[in-house]
Antibody, heavy 119, light 110 residues
Framework: EVQLVQSGAEVKKPGESLKISCKGSGYSFTSYWIGWVRQMPGKGLEWMGI????????RYSPSFQGQVTISADKSITTAYLQWSSLKASDTAMYYC????????????WGQGTLVTVSS | EIVLTQSPGTLSLSPGERATLSCRAS???????LAWYQQKPGQAPRLLIYGASNRATGIPDRFSGSGSGTDFTLTISRLEPEDFAVYYCQQYGSSPPAWTFGQGTKVEIK
């Protein structure tokens, strides 16, 4: 069974750093892209970026380029999303999702990680 | 950058009725890379349709997708109580590689 299990909810202050994780299991981790999707409170889905763990090829949405860093450790089948300096506007639910190679659709999703940034 | 515009924003229908959701792209999209997702409150999105018209594993046949070029449609033939949710279309473009979501259509109980 394919599973993406994300790390737990976080409460941070503006200016702090953060790294959240997404652990994949039940499939070949290095053969599928893993993307990150933001959902701000009461809003829609926004694609942030994506990584191919097989060779660490990483692509970012222009809206998020330079704002976050996506990485992966294939030895522990885990992808990461990190911020160096959080802002209140980063408060959102963040989902990871695996994308198949052929249709590039997000077939499987993590349960989401809620990040709250507040002073 | 391709923009996906979904309409209507909200669809108010009764169980048993037919729902027709639209997704329009700002330029032509390959059908291979057009998908639909369902999201219920407090849950992660779930893949419904990929390749514009192919149901994902376990998706009931009351859900169907169609369209090509810039106009795509998700149809729910007879709404069940569990179908009231928000639906998003999504496309992948290769130059440069980018994934884009529409803003969503909420299907609510009338």
């Amino acid at each position: 069974e394919v599973q993406l299990v994300q790390s737990g909810a976080e409460v941070k202050k503006p200016g702090e750093s953060l790294k959240i994780s997404c652990k994949g299991s039940g499939y070949s981790f290095t053969s599928y892209w893993i993307g990150w999707v933001r959902q701000m409170p009461g809003k829609g889905l926004e694609w942030m970026g994506i990584i191919y763990p097989g060779d660490s090829d990483t692509r970012y949405s222009p809206s998020f380029q330079g704002q976050v860093t996506i990485s992966a450790d294939k030895s522990i089948t885990t992808a990461y999303l990190q911020w160096s300096s959080l802002k209140a506007s980063d408060t959102a639910m963040y989902y990871c999702a695996s994308a198949s190679g052929s249709s590039k659709t997000f077939d499987y999703w993590g349960q989401g990680t809620l990040v709250t940034v507040s002073s | 950058e391709i923009v996906l515009t979904q309409s209507p924003g909200t669809l108010s229908l009764s169980p048993g009725e037919r729902a027709t959701l639209s997704c329009r792209a700002s330029q032509s999209v390959s059908s291979t890379y057009l998908a639909w997702y369902q999201q219920k409150p407090g849950q992660a999105p779930r893949l419904l349709i990929y390749g514009a018209s192919n149901r994902a594993t376990g998706i009931p046949d009351r859900f169907s997708g169609s369209g090509s070029g810039t106009d795509f449609t998700l149809t729910i033939s007879r709404l069940e109580p569990e179908d009231f949710a928000v639906y998003y279309c999504q496309q992948y473009g290769s130059s440069p590689p980018a994934w884009t979501f529409g803003q969503g259509t909420k299907v609510e109980i009338k």
